[in-house]
């Protein structure tokens, strides 16, 4: 199995182990806050995932071109470290208080934006030094490390699902900071040289505008990846509100959950869309890369946004509640079954057809367009729910995503 071969290798392993525990940590903070804020918030708990896209488009604008001056390595593990610090503040004052302070759980969101936006171009590019021997193995390296978030997906919400009745949010908060912790220590252990060679300086990257547009244009330098980079701020805006926003009050409001036992259940459907991406990333990570890859993208934007369809309408179906709740899981689970298709392809594809000093600034343009659809459509999702109830969140969710799947499909997928 060519995952055990990769983990074999001590940086590939290393790497590997650091981002799976701070990926479940992470797992494990979102679905904490995302169900605490649902609970003091209401609806308009859509608006800390917006200020969380602001923070990382504010970072990335401003200290994207500056941070490309760095040792990758170093800037991750600093990444981890102030992340953990923050989380420990959110508990310390936590425990003192007795309640989460709304301020603090403000600071945390966005020290966290700040640190991913950081982290992320950096880890994109030291993966092809990883393998630089053996570029053939990118495509599963890829594989590998998406598996974390997908394993994360699974692990994280399934411990949420288990032991949220029993155990207080609070010490997930703490779980998260350990495994930064942690995944700061692998990072450190890394047996490469994560400075890249100085890159000839040109006008149109000095600013940060102008690196995000050079970004922005090395990836439309081809048609595929340009087309997935502009639809990526609609189905992420659509993921986000789909699984932060609407799942949450759909549980707390259709399902009569009371707080301890609704975030269990929030748990439980996350995980199983963990369970799914887990089983599609195993496929994909152990096959080759068509030399056609748009079908397979394309197939996997359709079948996530049939799961969400699927859930809005298991929410209205003339259905038993018991019913109700389990065709819910189960959309949950087919929704999961996609993202490995689009993600991991999409990650290759950066990472081989763009030369090697424009990966960082492509993958920064990629974050953007993420976090602009998140930004926008966690600033009218309140406002939508406001007027109608979160099922028609779902279903506007659902139709984005079958527009993109198709309009992608129509052009590229030939």
Not at 254 to 272: E, H, M, N, P, R
Not at 349 to 361: H, V
Request: glycine fraction near 8%; include cysteine.
């Amino acid at each position: 199995m060519q995952f055990i071969k990769l983990l074999s290798r001590r940086s590939i392993g290393l790497l590997w182990s650091g981002l799976a525990l701070s990926a479940i940590g992470d797992q494990l903070y979102t679905v904490a806050l995302s169900w605490i804020a649902v609970d003091i918030f209401g609806p308009s708990a859509g608006y800390i995932t917006a200020v969380k896209s602001a923070i990382i488009l504010a970072v990335l604008f401003f200290g994207g071109t500056m941070s490309d001056q760095w040792d990758r390595r170093r800037t991750m593990i600093g990444a981890d470290l102030c992340r953990c610090a923050v989380l420990v503040l959110v508990v310390a004052v936590w425990m003192v208080e007795g309640q989460p302070d709304p301020w603090v759980l403000a600071l945390a969101v966005a020290v966290l934006a700040a640190g991913e936006a950081l982290f992320l171009p950096a880890l994109q590019t030291i993966l092809p030094q990883l393998v630089a021997k053996e570029p053939e193995l990118l495509p599963g390296t890829n594989a590998l490390l998406d598996a974390t978030n997908r394993l994360a997906r699974l692990l994280g919400p399934g411990l949420i699902a288990l032991a949220g009745a029993i155990i207080a949010p609070i010490h997930f908060f703490t779980a998260n900071a350990l495994s930064f912790l942690l995944s700061a220590a692998a990072i450190a252990a890394l047996p490469l040289q994560s400075r890249l060679p100085a890159q000839p300086a040109s006008s149109e990257r000095k600013h940060p505008f102008f690196s995000l547009l050079y970004g922005y244009r090395a990836m439309h330098r081809q048609p595929m990846l340009g087309f997935l980079l502009d639809s990526n701020a609609f189905i992420s805006g659509a993921w986000y509100v789909a699984f932060f926003l609407a799942v949450p009050l759909i549980i707390s409001s259709q399902f009569d959950a009371s707080l301890t036992t609704g975030f269990g259940l929030y748990g439980l459907v996350i995980a199983a869309f963990g369970v799914s991406n887990l089983i599609a990333n195993l496929i994909v990570g152990n096959r080759p890369m068509p030399e056609q890859p748009a079908r397979m993208i394309f197939l996997g934007v359709c079948a996530t946004g049939t799961g969400i369809l699927l859930m809005a309408l298991a929410c209205i179906a003339p259905i038993s509640d018991h019913w109700r709740l389990s065709a819910f899981i189960l959309a949950s689970g087919l929704s999961g079954f996609g993202g490995p298709f689009k993600d991991i392809a999409f990650a290759t594809l950066r990472q081989t057809l763009l030369p090697s000093a424009d990966i960082a600034p492509a993958t920064r343009a990629y974050i953007v367009t993420t976090h602009i659809g998140m930004l926008f459509g966690m600033l009218a999702a309140p406002l939508a729910s406001h007027g109608g109830s979160p099922t028609n969140l779902l279903l506007i969710c659902g139709g984005v995503y079958f527009v993109v799947a198709i309009t992608g499909g129509l052009r590229f997928a030939k």
